[in-house]
């Protein structure tokens, strides 16, 4: 039982990447998930979360129109597509099931792994300028 994040890596300013999460041993239906991510010396940040049985999105102000997250229920996976990278996106992102809503999640109160049924391993993101 376990979320398993993937898709980071190293890209350009500008460029995309698409992160993973997906679901083993357990059904992500009930849940929001959330992605987080956490810069180097930096506290960790909710940065979008799905309901998954209904697909109702939420974003933290400063990804907005360049972070889509969206859900595939065949696949039991999350995903995050981060378009126009920028350098200050660099940071490892998680990701998170629970049943805290989602406004909650993109609160610095809801990025604690305790919050949650869930978390992922991380996924590194690295982006140059």
């Given at each position: 039982?376990q979320l398993?994040?993937?898709?980071?890596?190293?890209?350009?300013?500008?460029?995309?990447?698409?992160?993973?999460?997906?679901?083993?041993?357990?059904?992500?239906?009930?849940y929001?998930?959330?992605?987080?991510?956490?810069?180097?010396?930096k506290?960790?940040?909710?940065?979008?979360?799905?309901?998954?049985?209904?697909?109702?999105?939420?974003?933290?102000?400063?990804?907005?129109?360049?972070?889509?997250?969206?859900?595939?229920?065949?696949?039991?996976?999350?995903?995050?597509?981060?378009?126009?990278?920028?350098?200050?996106?660099?940071?490892?992102?998680y990701?998170a099931?629970?049943?805290?809503?989602?406004?909650?999640?993109l609160?610095?109160a809801?990025?604690k792994?305790?919050?949650?049924?869930?978390?992922?391993?991380?996924?590194?993101?690295?982006?140059?300028?």
């Amino acid at each position: 039982v376990q979320l398993q994040a993937s898709g980071g890596g190293l890209a350009q300013a500008g460029g995309s990447l698409r992160l993973s999460c997906a679901a083993s041993g357990f059904t992500l239906g009930p849940y929001a998930v959330g992605w987080f991510r956490q810069a180097s010396g930096k506290a960790r940040e909710g940065v979008s979360c799905i309901m998954f049985s209904s697909s109702e999105t939420y974003y933290r102000e400063s990804v907005k129109g360049r972070f889509t997250i969206s859900a595939d229920n065949a696949k039991n996976t999350v995903y995050l597509q981060i378009d126009s990278l920028k350098p200050e996106d660099t940071a490892v992102y998680y990701c998170a099931a629970g049943f805290l809503n989602c406004q909650s999640q993109l609160t610095p109160a809801g990025t604690k792994t305790d919050l949650y049924y869930y978390w992922g391993q991380g996924t590194e993101v690295t982006v140059s300028s």
